[in-house]
């Protein structure tokens, strides 16, 4: 690719190092070099190319170009250079390598000069900058233009993905009043096993085998938790239990569950445009998903009005759908889903919401992020019916803290409750029996799962 010519050349006339830092020095050397390489490229020699022979043909002409001004880059400033300016041009600038970090979970971006990750759980500072809030902006910009999101003054707050499937949220003036938050929550492009969560002391080899065989034999569970308890990581691995001859449709804000079953209806919210017309919401996804003949419904996540279609769902025909909720615990779950029930636009009695929720939903799974970073399942309790005044419950496994030590790393144990299940000749029926003496009272022992094969 050929891409210089004695016009577009750049000056080679630059304030001396004595005149600004080394930093502001080389920054302005990209943006001049990034701009005369958009300005001297033809789009049209990059059709047919794949990502890796675009990167190639770009990092030549970069080359080219630095090669004028190469009394003021040393090799590895031009190579920092290079892989910056390729960056800039095909991807999302400055965060491009905490995107290709695998062991990044949670990009975090309050304004240009203010770009920290979450790693195993802790926050960590980063060097990263961008140049000014407007290039902050842009970047944004470009993300929610891939999914057909706007961001501006009229929309200041948008919900996004990447093509690798993380979750971007950006909030702009005039709501973030020192400029542009960023938030791109990452996902491992490689899914999770049970094994992996067992490894990591997430849960045991018992919460698991019951787990699976609730999904297997279409139970209606919940996942409930915080943010960045592990909720959509738990969900996504306990789907690929579902046998692969049913119809799944998926109803989501941004599009994150990765399901590999060959028989899946993938649907996504969308937005009002900028006449505030044109919103689908999650509660028109579902109502439309009844007609699309699914064998299991699974929500991302019930935050709203869409929870008593939800229910509805799991009692009329569509029984082993699965959805997620924020909540603290168990018990806060059912009473969140008493809430958004509320929220529907119904005037519905207490009883008849009690008797919807008791009826439609067997389990709920508690995640929690600890203080440690940590994540655990600390409940997974069984919901076995109503009466007027109250939905009735009861645990059957627990996480119990002990202590924490003075790095907020918390011990406990893993505990059977000693109730049996009340699902457990359900379960049998289906084919999917377990074992009544894991549910025996007591503490539970940590160890790689063995004999569970994952459909993931």
């Not at 290709?100 to 949670?106: A, H, I, L, Q």
Request: charged fraction near 30%; include cysteine.
């Amino acid at each position: 690719m050929q891409i210089l010519s004695d016009s577009n050349l750049p000056s080679s006339d630059v304030p001396s190092t004595d005149q600004r830092s080394n930093r502001e020095r080389f920054l302005n050397l990209k943006r001049d070099i990034h701009k005369h390489l958009i300005e001297a490229l033809n789009y049209d020699s990059f059709g047919g190319l794949n990502d890796y022979e675009m990167r190639k043909e770009l990092r030549k002409g970069i080359e080219d170009l630095c090669r004028f001004r190469g009394d003021l880059l040393t090799n590895a400033d031009q190579q920092k250079l290079v892989e910056e300016v390729i960056d800039e041009t095909l991807g999302l600038g400055p965060i491009e390598p905490l995107l290709r970090d695998p062991t990044v979970n949670d990009i975090l971006i309050d304004g240009p000069d203010r770009v920290y990750v979450e790693r195993r759980g802790r926050l960590e500072d980063t060097s990263i900058h961008f140049h000014d809030q407007d290039h902050l902006i842009e970047i944004v910009q470009r993300i929610a233009s891939k999914v057909g999101r706007r961001l501006d003054e009229s929309s200041p707050m948008v919900d996004a993905r990447l093509e690798d499937g993380s979750r971007v949220n950006a909030v702009i003036r005039p709501l973030a009043l020192d400029g542009a938050l960023v938030s791109i929550r990452r996902f491992s492009q490689t899914p999770l096993r049970v094994q992996d969560l067992i490894a990591r002391g997430s849960m045991t080899k018992e919460i698991a085998q019951f787990l699976i065989a609730c999904v297997r034999a279409r139970m209606n569970i919940i996942v409930s938790g915080g943010t960045g308890s592990g909720k959509s990581t738990l969900l996504n691995l306990i789907t690929g239990f579902i046998p692969d001859n049913e119809r799944i449709v998926t109803i989501e804000d941004a599009a994150e569950l990765k399901l590999t079953q060959s028989r899946v209806a993938r649907l996504e919210t969308r937005p009002p445009n900028l006449e505030g017309k044109g919103e689908v919401t999650a509660r028109d996804l579902l109502k439309n998903s009844l007609r699309m003949r699914p064998d299991r419904i699974i929500v991302g996540e019930c935050r709203g009005e869409e929870a008593f279609d939800m229910l509805q769902a799991m009692t009329t025909g569509h029984s082993g759908s699965l959805t997620t909720i924020h909540a603290n615990n168990a018990r806060d779950a059912i009473r969140r889903l008493e809430m958004l029930i509320g929220m529907a636009g119904y005037d519905l009695p207490v009883w008849f919401i009690h008797e919807l929720i008791g009826s439609a939903v067997q389990i709920i799974v508690q995640c929690e992020r600890l203080p440690s970073g940590e994540r655990k399942i600390t409940q997974v309790t069984e919901v076995t019916g109503a009466t007027e005044n109250v939905i009735e419950s009861h645990d059957i496994f627990r996480f119990e803290k002990q202590s924490t030590d003075s790095s907020s790393n918390i011990s406990g144990d893993f505990t059977a409750t000693g109730i049996r299940p009340r699902c457990l000749e359900a379960l049998k029926v289906s084919g999917f029996e377990v074992p009544y003496h894991i549910f025996e009272e007591g503490k539970l022992v940590v160890e790689r799962i063995d004999g569970i094969a994952n459909n993931q």
